[in-house]
């Protein structure tokens, strides 16, 4: 049975025989989508989608991989916690940059990323994914 090119008609047994580089690649889709629509976008293109998609992921990738660099760093640890997302994303700023994020001397708590992303989490309303994502147990050899 061909797969729906829609990715919210994805059944929870077609998500189950993705690989996990196109399940990856399915939910970042449908959160772009989300995104685009949040904007105002009644529809999408799907070369758009995927390659806006693409960038996401390389994105989340690029964070991920620094906020991992800043735990073993700081503090020889194996797991990111809040402080090493926020370093990331400040290593990660626009070319105008965050104000005060070069200042070295400053607490991490009063961090204008920190301020941002309060102000967006509390100011933008949740949009569900359509469907459940089904969880996985870490070191699964499930695939997913």
Same mark, same amino acid.
């Given at each position: 049975? %061909?797969?729906?090119?829609? %990715?919210? @008609? ?9 690989? %996990? ?13 989300? #995104? ?7 529809? #999408? ?5 995927? !390659?806006?998609?693409? +960038?996401? *992921? ?5 964070? *991920?991989?620094?906020?991992?660099? @800043?735990? /073993? /760093? ?11 997302? #926020? +370093?990331?994303?400040? $290593?990660?700023? =626009? ?5 005060? *994020?070069? $200042? +070295?001397?400053? %607490?991490? =708590? ?13 100011? +933008? $309303?949740? /949009?569900?994914?359509?469907?459940? #994502? ?5 070191? !699964? /050899?499930?695939?997913?």
């Amino acid at each position: 049975k %061909p797969r729906s090119k829609n %990715p919210a @008609h994805q059944t929870q047994a077609q998500t189950q025989s993705l690989s %996990p580089a196109e399940f990856s690649h399915l939910l970042t889709k449908i959160a772009v989508a989300q #995104i685009c629509r949040s904007f105002g976008f009644k529809a #999408i293109q799907s070369s758009a989608l995927d !390659s806006l998609s693409k +960038v996401g *992921a390389l994105y989340n990738e690029s964070l *991920a991989s620094r906020a991992a660099s @800043h735990a /073993v /760093v700081s503090g020889g640890r194996t797991q990111c916690n809040l402080f090493d997302i #926020i +370093v990331a994303l400040e $290593d990660l700023r =626009l070319s105008s940059g965050f104000p005060g *994020a070069g $200042d +070295v001397d400053r %607490p991490l =708590l009063s961090s204008y990323t920190l301020k941002e992303l309060n102000r967006f989490v509390n100011g +933008v $309303d949740e /949009v569900p994914f359509p469907r459940r #994502i089904p969880r996985v147990e870490p070191g !699964s /050899v499930s695939g997913l």
